[in-house]
Nanobody
């Protein structure tokens, strides 16, 4: 069983910044990929960004150049630095980790609201 603890999120004005973090208590298991997803009201959950254990990253086109995903493998912690936030970034953000065994786990969602 893997437990995910998230922090960050909240309300910010357009153009502002927020930082999300997700710490995974994986015990003896090794984490492969870590990812952020989001789900806006009335929309499907979508991939925001992911990062592999080797540090390779991939971003949704809508966040490229504004969001940065990173991870601290020693702490099994992933971060999402969100800059130049737009109202359309408003969503519930979820972290997901995939173990090297192939099993994956979702964290609890955290609300990000971008509004003036």
């Amino acid at each position: 069983q893997v437990q995910l603890v998230k922090s960050g999120g909240g309300l910010v004005q357009p153009g502002g910044s927020l930082r999300l973090s997700c710490a995974a208590a994986a015990g003896i298991f090794r984490i492969d990929q870590m990812a952020w997803y989001r789900q806006a009201p009335g929309k499907q959950r979508e991939l925001v960004a992911f990062i592999t254990s080797g540090g390779s990253t991939n971003y949704a086109d809508s966040v490229k150049g504004r969001f940065t995903i990173s991870r601290d493998n020693a702490k099994n912690t992933m971060y999402l630095q969100m800059n130049s936030l737009k109202p359309e970034d408003t969503a519930v953000y979820y972290c997901r980790v995939i173990l090297t065994t192939g099993r994956y786990y979702w964290g609890q969602g955290t609300q990000v609201a971008v509004s003036s």
